[in-house]
T-cell receptor, first 110, second 115 residues
Framework: DTAVSQTPKYLVTQMGNDKSIKCEQN?????MYWYKQDSKKFLKIMFS???????INETVPNRFSPKSPDKAHLNLHINSLELGDSAVYFC?????????FGSGTRLTVV | QKEVEQNSGPLSVPEGAIASLNCTYS??????FFWYRQYSGKSPELIMF????GDKEDGRFTAQLNKASQYVSLLIRDSQPSDSATYLC???????????????FGKGTKLSVKP
């Protein structure tokens, strides 16, 4: 069983489109995160949810919106995609020690 | 601005040698420090965490923390080609509930172990 699963693994889309990335964890963790890893491999936090409440919202464009229907899911919706949004997006969850990352979604905006 | 600094590398060591990876952080109040390994095209995976000054050993890996110098390092003994990856240092920021809080990552050091 995959602990943190993301879909889709690859996403190619045109500028201006709206897309969503889904994330599910079966670890029973309290907190889930979205990270963005750019072409230089820099991993930067975007959002985190603790018990369905947004507790960190870094300075990301408001075109990005996290949605958590329950503790096990944290989806990322992106409006009006731009070329600069191309990156790998990682979902992660944590309880006490260490994050468990999903396998990532490689988003390419053309 | 909370920052975590690492040399980007690449760091190249021969098989069997000790690889030494270094990290400095800006927030003196940071309490928890983590090392992650990321293979190319894969997701980061936790190797070790350390909270107290001094050394912490786990198999071939040793994490070292010096809070006074705001410095954390990872030593890999008997390096193997399979250790070739990018190593990410991360520092915990914030503290809420039972969660790990927000991790700030360095940009990673690419390690290459030559057979």
């Amino acid at each position: 069983d995959t602990a943190v699963s993301q879909t889709p693994k690859y996403l190619v889309t045109q500028m201006g489109n709206d897309k969503s990335i889904k994330c599910e964890q079966n670890l029973g963790h309290d907190t889930m995160y979205w990270y963005k890893q750019d072409s230089k491999k820099f991993l930067k936090i975007m959002f985190s949810y603790n018990n369905k409440e947004l507790i960190i919202n870094e300075t990301v464009p408001n075109r990005f919106s996290p949605k958590s229907p329950d503790k096990a899911h944290l989806n990322l919706h992106i409006n009006s995609l731009e070329l600069g949004d191309s990156a790998v997006y990682f979902c992660a969850s944590s309880q006490l020690y260490g994050y468990t990352f999903g396998s990532g979604t490689r988003l390419t905006v053309v | 601005q909370k920052e975590v600094e690492q040399n980007s590398g690449p760091l190249s060591v021969p098989e069997g040698a000790i690889a030494s990876l270094n990290c400095t952080y800006s927030d003196r109040g940071s309490q928890s420090f983590f090392w992650y390994r990321q293979y190319s095209g894969k997701s980061p995976e936790l190797i070790m965490f350390i909270y107290s000054n001094g050394d912490k050993e786990d198999g071939r890996f040793t994490a070292q923390l010096n809070k006074a110098s705001q410095y954390v390092s990872l030593l890999i003994r008997d390096s193997q080609p399979s250790d070739s990856a990018t190593y990410l240092c991360a520092v915990k920021w914030g503290n809420y509930g039972g969660s790990q809080g927000n991790l700030i990552f360095g940009k990673g050091t690419k390690l290459s172990v030559k057979p």
